[in-house]
């Protein structure tokens, strides 16, 4: 899983990638918390503020980003990739990594908001309703934040980048949890409603078979 940041680094694996083997041994996901914390400790706050659409929303992601951008990472390792599979009919699809990327991420956006993180002691009630907040807000920011690695008038081709690509601007073409602005010939991706974001991913999800019981069962 390479983060926003940098295209190459991991801040996490989910290995091995062969489904036969991961059906018959498992696999083993490894956390690289280092990785996400360097990610953001070098993340400057003009940089937060520029892509944020409120002074608010560029706080909570100065206070929150690094714990959600772990848990998410998390999630989209040992309950996303480590869990379910692709459809057969779409092995040998040159668009299969990417969907693959796309339901880790939606499994781990959809379960972020799920009391079962408190109940683990993964989060503190009182912060739980801002982690999501600060995460679906960077979620969304970051369809436009990761196209600075993008020469204009290339198409993307990485996985992970594709994937959350498509992820933001289904939501914004089939629910209303994402606003598009302009403010002093700026544009915004900015996230305006949160249980519209999580039924969303949820929907994709029910796309792709996925239910709740079989993930928190895990």
């Known amino acids: 899983e390479a983060g926003d940041s940098a ?16 059906e018959k041994h498992g696999s083993k996901s490894v956390s690289l918390s280092n990785v996400n914390d360097a990610y953001d400790r070098s993340t400057s706050a ?50 299969y990594s990417a969907l693959e990327e796309a339901r880790a991420d939606l499994i781990a956006l959809y379960f972020l908001p799920d009391p079962k993180l408190v109940e ?20 969304t920011r970051n369809a436009l934040v990761q196209l600075r690695r993008i020469r204009e008038g290339t198409q993307i081709e990485e996985d992970h980048m594709r994937n959350r690509q498509m992820i933001v601007r289904w939501l914004m073409s089939n629910s209303k949890a994402i606003d598009v602005r302009e403010r ?23 796309d792709r078979g996925i239910r709740r019981d079989d993930v928190v069962a895990l």
């Open 46 to 95: 003009e940089f937060r503020r520029e892509f944020a659409w409120t002074p608010e929303e560029a706080a909570r992601a100065e206070k929150w980003s690094s714990v959600a951008g772990e848990l998410t990472t998390n999630m989209h390792e040992v309950i996303g990739h480590a869990s379910g599979k692709i459809s057969e009919r779409l092995k040998g699809s040159p668009q």
């Open 184 to 206: 002093e010939g700026k544009t915004f991706f900015v996230m305006i409603d949160v249980k519209a974001f999580q039924e969303g991913v949820g929907r994709l999800l029910a």
């Open 7 to 22: 295209p190459i680094t991991p801040a996490g694996i989910n290995l091995p990638n062969d489904q036969e083997i991961r």
């Open 120 to 139: 683990l002691g993964l989060v503190e009630a009182k912060d739980h309703n801002e982690i999501v907040l600060a995460e679906y807000e960077g979620y």
